[in-house]
């Protein structure tokens, strides 16, 4: 088992005062798994799912927020799928957060842990990974073999070219 060091900056802290209840729900669906089979999945499946919401065009998104009833506000609607997932890595990062967990110990967890904006929890998975060559060569199985993680990854992937490109 590998430490995990606390973030040195809390992006659940520092998010909106209206994006912190959404995040605490993404988290406690995460945390009610009873192992990191079942949480890796949720994490995948959550984050994919709002991907998805986000890929709709906006007049849809609103509809489906407020049940057909007449837009609040065009602010809340505005965005896509490019801006949702250049912030798939801070989502990741802010349940993370919250599950404060103090030690990296199975593959699906590194794997998830891999994907936060976090260094420190990149760099616990990382270390963990690195401790033993059966974690690692794990860890590298699960990328090439879970479908739903590969999408996942395929969706940061913009945003990791644009932090690399600043």
Same mark, same amino acid.
């Given at each position: 088992?590998?430490?995990?060091?606390?973030?040195?900056? +809390?992006?659940? %802290?520092?998010?909106?005062?209206?994006? #912190?209840?959404?995040?605490?729900?993404?988290?406690?669906?995460?945390?009610?798994?009873?192992?990191?089979?079942? #949480?890796?999945? $949720?994490?995948?499946?959550?984050?994919?799912?709002?991907?998805?919401?986000?890929?709709?065009?906006?007049?849809?998104?609103?509809?489906?927020?407020?049940?057909?009833?007449?837009?609040?506000?065009?602010?809340?609607?505005?965005?896509?799928?490019?801006?949702?997932?250049?912030?798939?890595?801070?989502?990741?990062?802010?349940?993370?957060?919250?599950?404060? %967990? $103090?030690?990296?110990?199975?593959?699906?967890?590194?794997?998830?842990?891999?994907? +936060?904006?976090?260094?420190?929890?990149?760099?616990?998975?990382?270390?963990?990974?690195?401790?033993?060559?059966?974690?690692?060569?794990?860890?590298?199985?699960?990328?090439?073999?879970?479908? #739903?993680?590969?999408?996942?990854?395929?969706?940061?992937?913009?945003?990791? #070219?644009?932090?690399? +490109? $600043?």
């Amino acid at each position: 088992m590998i430490a995990i060091a606390p973030p040195a900056r +809390s992006v659940f %802290e520092t998010s909106p005062e209206k994006l #912190r209840p959404f995040l605490e729900g993404l988290a406690a669906r995460v945390s009610a798994g009873s192992n990191w089979l079942v #949480r890796k999945k $949720t994490v995948c499946d959550l984050l994919l799912g709002l991907d998805a919401f986000f890929a709709l065009p906006a007049a849809e998104r609103q509809a489906l927020m407020t049940d057909g009833a007449a837009p609040a506000d065009s602010a809340d609607v505005e965005g896509g799928p490019e801006d949702f997932r250049r912030v798939l890595p801070i989502y990741v990062g802010a349940i993370l957060e919250r599950l404060a %967990e $103090t030690s990296v110990s199975a593959p699906e967890q590194a794997a998830i842990y891999l994907l +936060s904006i976090h260094p420190e929890h990149q760099s616990a998975a990382e270390a963990w990974m690195l401790a033993d060559p059966r974690n690692g060569k794990s860890v590298r199985k699960l990328m090439r073999s879970d479908r #739903r993680y590969r999408q996942l990854m395929d969706r940061m992937a913009d945003h990791w #070219r644009t932090v690399r +490109s $600043t």
